[in-house]
Structures are given as C-alpha cells and as structure tokens.
C-alpha cells in the first residue's frame, strides 16, 4: 500500500486523479492532501476522509504518513518535486515538469543522487491504450513514415464541466491575492521568454505546455526528436500555433487552436507509410471512460481495407497510476521520467526560437523557457479557462 499525498486538489486532483485512486484502494491510500485554500483542503479531506490536511505543499512533504507526492498545483512544480525527492518520497509531477533550464538542471541533478526514488511525469496521452498499440504496429512494420501530422483542437472542458461533473472550487482565495498571482505569472513568462514579449507570445507558450505537450510527448515517443524546426508560427491573439518539423526523409506538422466558439475536442495523430495510414484519435478527458481507437487505411492486394483496434475503454489516468504502483513497488523506471520529459523542456525551447507572431513586422527569433500551469485556476481572468486541458 502506497500512502499519498496530493499537492494541489483542483480540477486535475478532483475529476481526473482521485476517483482513479479510490478505485485502487489495494494500491492507494491518501494519508494526507494540501492546496492554498484551507476551504478547498477541508472539504477534500473530509469528504475522502483524509488525516492529515495542509495549506502548504511543502508541510505536506515533511508528513511521516506520506509516501508518495503526486504534484498538481499551478505553476512550476520543480520546487516541490525536489523538495518531494530530498525527503526520501516518490513523486508523480503533473506535465511539463518545470519552466526553466535551471530547473530542470536542478530537478535532473536531485534525482541522480537520489536513484531509487520514482520521479515520473503525468504524460497521460503515452499511456493510452490505442497510442501504445499505435507504437507496437509502427515498430513492427518495416515501412518507412512518409509524413506525419498531429493537432489539439479544443474548447471542451469547462463546458463539459458545468454539464457532467462540477469541480468544487476555492471560494476563500481574496481575488486581489489571484490578480496578483495572474500577473506575476505573466511576469515570469516575459522574463523567461528574454523580456519585451507581447501578450499573443506568452499565450502561445501557455497553450502548448497546458495542452499542446501532450500529443508533442506522445510523438517524440513515436519517431523520436525531430532533426530541425523549420517554422513555429503564432496568431495574433497567441490561442492558436503551428509548428513544421523535419525528420530523416519526411516532415511533421502540429497545429494547436484553442479560440474556436464552439464545443469541440480534436485532437489526434496521423503517420502515413506510404501505402498504410494510422489514424489516432484521442476523446475529451472531462466525460470519463469514453474509449479510444485508432484507425488503419492501408493497400491489401490492391484492394483498400481499413481495420479499427478498439475500442479502448481502459482509462490513461488510471493505466499511468498503475504504472506509478509499479514502478514504486517494483523498483523500476516509468517510461515518462524526468529524465525523459526533460527532452521535452528542451524541445519547447527551441520551438520558442523559432515562434513569431503574426503581428512582428520583422521575424526576429525569440528565446524562451517553459511555463507550467498544471491546473490553472479559472477565476484568473486573463487566463482563459479553456486551457485546462489534461
């Protein structure tokens, strides 16, 4: 039995996280949860009938009762993942892990000198059953990728919310405390992106580490980093983005859009092989166990078939926690570790020299580090609640 301790009991810890864990009851148990708002921690922790209850992440962390840290709370979450690893815990660190070099640095350096302690990454798209029967088929056919193309197309989770599931939320934070948070977010993000950067740049940047890096992970996992970026492109309201990349003997394109005004969930990957297409097609996380399939055209003897694997009722939520349990129990290395995510971090950098927003009259490159909202709050009015997206 693992004791848990959750940082952060927003929308991710509320729908996505802990009803999966109430259903391993063998596996899991929460000993102990903590969030700034002492409202939103009481009533978590005694609904779930938690013992031990924090306004602070890092007291959380000193608990004896607590084994494991899964870290979900706004903003950059290197501090607590660090902080979780030099007390001797496992820690589960939602997606992207941090939002600068140094961090990362720091976070990698951590958990060299603390080797048997789990430290995994919440890329939950990598553990979705249709994506792994993608990558089986892809490593065992021997034709080469022609093309692949990928996208997050989505305005669905607070709309899904208000209808299927209502998130309690923190209604004892003083809004002049969340301005305050809002802007130096914003703030950090400049800094971090070399000073001088529009509102449409730091936009971007948040949409692709709240929601675009899932399918950018899930296709690093596929065909691995890609050779160069040849073009990163933002519109002039930052909410949509399009990326080229260039591989060995084909290209990848990644669109992201998160303005639309209507519900919608698309998001999906696509490789062609010439003669064979594999079509993955992810659902709204927000309506829970819809399944999953993936889709392959292909030429049989000249003649077109198409045959569907699925569906996938399996949820990725779930199947990344049981991979946590086994990693922790078992000593083992999780696929999304740090180290693994931390091509990520590297990834989103060199995107980020390579974006321009439409509005620029010169195309000059901008530098820049990740930004890292787990669960944003959706009070913050200068932050669309669109992207809340996991």
């Given at each position: 039995?693992?004791?848990?301790?959750?940082?952060?009991?927003?929308?991710?810890?509320?729908?996505?996280?802990?009803?999966?864990i109430e259903k391993m009851e063998n596996k899991f148990e929460i000993t102990a949860v903590a969030d700034i708002s002492k409202n939103l921690t009481?009533?978590?922790?005694?609904?779930?009938?938690?013992?031990?209850?924090?306004?602070?992440?890092?007291?959380?962390?000193?608990?004896?009762?607590?084994?494991?840290?899964?870290?979900?709370?706004?903003?950059?979450?290197?501090?607590?993942?660090?902080?979780?690893?030099?007390?001797?815990?496992?820690?589960?660190i939602e997606k992207p892990m941090t939002s600068s070099l140094e961090s990362l640095e720091k976070l990698l350096e951590?958990?060299?000198?603390?080797?048997?302690?789990?430290?995994?990454?919440?890329?939950?798209?990598?553990?979705?059953?249709?994506?792994?029967?993608?990558?089986?088929l892809l490593q065992a056919d021997s034709r080469p990728i022609s093309y692949v193309r990928a996208r997050t197309i989505i305005l669905e989770g607070p709309w899904y919310l208000d209808n299927t599931w209502h998130e309690h939320k923190a209604d004892d934070l003083d809004p002049a405390g969340r301005e305050l948070m809002n802007r130096r977010m914003?703030?950090?993000?400049?800094?971090?992106?070399?000073?001088?950067?529009?509102?449409?740049?730091?936009?971007?940047?948040?949409l692709m580490t709240a929601s675009g890096c899932h399918i950018l992970s899930a296709i690093r996992e596929l065909i691995g980093l890609p050779k160069a970026?040849?073009?990163?492109?933002?519109?002039?309201?930052?909410?949509?983005?399009?990326?080229?990349?260039?591989?060995d003997n084909f290209n990848m394109v990644f669109?992201?859009?998160?303005?639309?005004?209507?519900v919608e969930f698309d998001e999906a990957i696509e490789i062609y092989q010439g003669d064979r297409k594999m079509l993955l097609e992810y659902d709204t996380p927000y309506i829970?166990?819809?399944?999953?399939?993936?889709?392959?055209?292909?030429?049989?003897?000249?003649?077109?078939?198409?045959?569907?694997?699925?569906?996938?009722?399996?949820?990725?939520?779930?199947?990344?926690?049981?991979?946590?349990?086994?990693?922790?129990?078992?000593?083992?290395?999780?696929?999304?570790?740090?180290?693994?995510?931390?091509?990520?971090?590297?990834?989103?950098?060199?995107v980020a020299k390579m974006m321009f927003d439409f509005n620029e009259q010169t195309k000059q490159p901008i530098l820049t580090f990740l930004s890292r909202i787990a669960d944003p709050m959706s009070s913050l009015t200068a932050v669309p609640t669109r992207l809340t997206n996991f």
């Open positions: 039995m693992i004791c848990l301790g959750l940082i952060g009991l927003g929308q991710a810890a509320q729908i996505l996280h802990i009803p999966n009481n009533y978590i922790a005694d609904k779930y009938r938690v013992p031990h209850r924090f306004t602070d992440g890092m007291d959380l962390i000193g608990c004896p009762d607590v084994d494991a840290v899964m870290v979900m709370s706004p903003g950059d979450h290197a501090e607590f993942a660090i902080a979780a690893l030099e007390a001797g815990k496992h820690v589960f951590v958990k060299r000198r603390h080797p048997d302690q789990i430290a995994m990454v919440g890329y939950c798209r990598r553990y979705n059953n249709s994506f792994m029967k993608m990558k089986e914003f703030e950090e993000i400049d800094r971090v992106l070399g000073g001088n950067t529009s509102h449409a740049q730091q936009m971007a940047y948040l970026i040849r073009s990163a492109v933002v519109s002039p309201n930052g909410m949509q983005f399009s990326l080229v990349f260039e591989y669109e992201e859009m998160n303005d639309q005004e209507i829970r166990y819809l399944p999953s399939k993936l889709t392959v055209s292909e030429l049989d003897c000249g003649q077109a078939k198409t045959t569907v694997y699925g569906p996938h009722y399996h949820d990725m939520f779930a199947n990344e926690l049981l991979e946590f349990y086994r990693c922790v129990t078992t000593h083992d290395t999780p696929k999304c570790d740090v180290f693994d995510a931390a091509e990520d971090v590297k990834l989103y950098i060199d």
